[in-house]
């Protein structure tokens, strides 16, 4: 399994951008897909995520209201829609995918995922 992300890209204050993500080698869906980002000299931080059933969201509290994440048409696809952004949004973000729920897990946790994506670099200008 492999996931693709793309979108990244260098923006002003109060822009926009939509993050893709496209997973290949997997015949099922998964149980949910999400956002993280890393910024130099940070830990990776929970962004985003999307329950593929149904299609229950949850977000950080820092995004919430800014960022959109949604399903694609395409199974295992997965977008991130960026408003409004921030200087402080700047980072690499990281698609990844949760294959199956599992007990005590948590969607807001990386430790959870099974499958990664290579990132992609979001900048913000001031």
């Known amino acids: 399994v492999q996931l693709q992300a793309s979108g990244g890209g260098l923006v002003q204050a109060g822009g926009s951008l939509r993050l893709s993500c496209a997973a290949s080698?997997?015949?099922?869906?998964?149980?949910?897909m999400g956002w993280f980002r890393q910024a130099p000299g940070k830990e990776r931080e929970f962004v985003a995520a999307?329950?593929?059933?149904?299609?229950?969201?949850t977000y950080a509290d820092s995004v919430k209201g800014r960022f959109t994440i949604s399903r694609g048409n395409a199974m295992n696809t997965v977008y991130l829609q960026m408003d409004s952004l921030k200087p402080e949004d700047t980072a690499v973000y990281y698609c990844?995918?949760?294959?199956?729920?599992?007990?005590?897990?948590?969607?807001?946790?990386?430790?959870?995922?099974?499958?990664w994506g290579q990132g992609t670099q979001v900048t913000v200008s001031s």
């Open positions: 990844a995918a949760l294959a199956r729920w599992r007990t005590g897990g948590s969607l807001r946790s990386d430790k959870g995922y099974d499958y």
């Open positions: 080698g997997r015949t099922v869906s998964f149980y949910a």
């Open positions: 999307v329950i593929w059933s149904g299609g229950s969201t």
